[in-house]
């Protein structure tokens, strides 16, 4: 029996060459080393903020275990004995934590009902001018206030409602008596989210005209050809391209929605509107920072991030299973 020999065959008598160990071996595509290897200058770009992630929001997270230890300053900075759940029963059984408690949820859910529909009824309004011109001036009226300090934004409404400022001056002009607004716990929660709307609507409508530009245009010839009017255009067309968007965008909130702009409330608030106006985070800062009660603060504080994490995960979930549209 005869064997055909090709050329690519070795000659007889001498064995097949071997790969060489040093030579390294190629990424299979679609492997996760294979992306790198192709697209490192990329990845190359997300080193310093994952160096920042880690150094100023993941490791102080080590920070936390003070709340089940009992910290003092100057001593060891991961507490000085063991004190379990002490200082969770603490805040637990504590009246004024509970009235923080219930502030921030009743400004949290006053900021979100206001906050997050107005930007989308903003950007279609803008949507609709036909001028470039007009749409360029009111876009860029509504994005200044976010551009501004906090500390001039909340000067700025300390001015205007002062007991002799504009506000009152205009309740004079019709009669009424000058009302120190800043003063009366009843007012804070109007004021708080007014200043928000007005700082925050602007720059919020940038992402829904972004994904308005999105929508195809054949849809809406379509729905036209059908004989939809503007209005049914705008909520059988406009509204389900921007769902996407606007359900990210709502679940980012809910993820925020217990922190409640601390600064904003730490300038506007005083100990006559404690009341209305003191929640979690700067309850916080006066157990943490100006009482120095540094364990105490911890565990309140780590209350707050266990409960944002359940309403963010929570609202994933259902905005997954009912809309079919979710962060991950």
């Avoid at 860029?140 to 400022?165: R, T, W």
């Avoid at 067309?237 to 702009?261: C, D, K, S, W, Y």
Wanted: aromatic share 12%; glycine share 8%.
């Amino acid at each position: 029996m005869s064997t055909t020999r090709t050329l690519d065959d070795p000659p007889p008598g001498t064995r097949p060459a071997r790969p060489d160990p040093g030579r390294r071996r190629r990424a299979r595509p679609g492997t996760w080393r294979h992306a790198i290897r192709r697209d490192w200058q990329l990845y190359s770009l997300a080193i310093l903020p994952l160096l920042f992630f880690v150094i100023f929001r993941y490791g102080p997270m080590i920070g936390n275990v003070i709340a089940f230890r009992r910290f003092e300053p100057g001593g060891n900075v991961f507490g000085e004995s063991w004190v379990g759940l002490r200082y969770v029963k603490m805040f637990l059984s504590d009246p004024t934590f509970w009235n923080v408690f219930t502030n921030t949820l009743v400004l949290g859910t006053l900021t979100l009902l206001f906050c997050f529909p107005l930007p989308i009824m903003l950007a279609l309004l803008l949507n609709e001018v036909r001028n470039r011109r007009v749409k360029r001036f009111l876009q860029s009226v509504s994005y200044l206030p976010h551009f501004l300090s906090m500390v001039i934004v909340a000067g700025i409404v300390m001015q205007m409602l002062a007991v002799d400022g504009p506000v009152n001056q205009i309740v004079k002009a019709f009669g009424g008596e000058a009302t120190a607004f800043m003063q009366k716990p009843d007012w804070f929660r109007t004021i708080f989210v007014s200043s928000e709307v007005w700082q925050t609507v602007g720059w919020g409508t940038i992402l829904y005209l972004a994904a308005l530009t999105t929508i195809d245009e054949q849809l809406y010839d379509a729905a036209r050809m059908d004989g939809a009017n503007r209005w049914r255009q705008i909520w059988h067309v406009t509204l389900p391209g921007i769902r996407p968007t606007a359900v990210t965008l709502l679940i980012l909130n809910i993820g925020t929605f217990m922190t409640v702009g601390f600064e904003k409330v730490l300038l506007l608030y005083n100990p006559l509107t404690y009341p209305t106006a003191d929640v979690i985070s700067t309850y916080l800062y006066r157990m943490g920072v100006e009482s120095s009660n540094l364990s105490y603060a911890a565990a309140i504080g780590l209350f707050e991030a266990v409960v944002g994490v359940v309403l963010i995960v929570s609202a994933n979930l259902i905005s997954r299973r009912t809309v079919g549209t979710s962060l991950w």
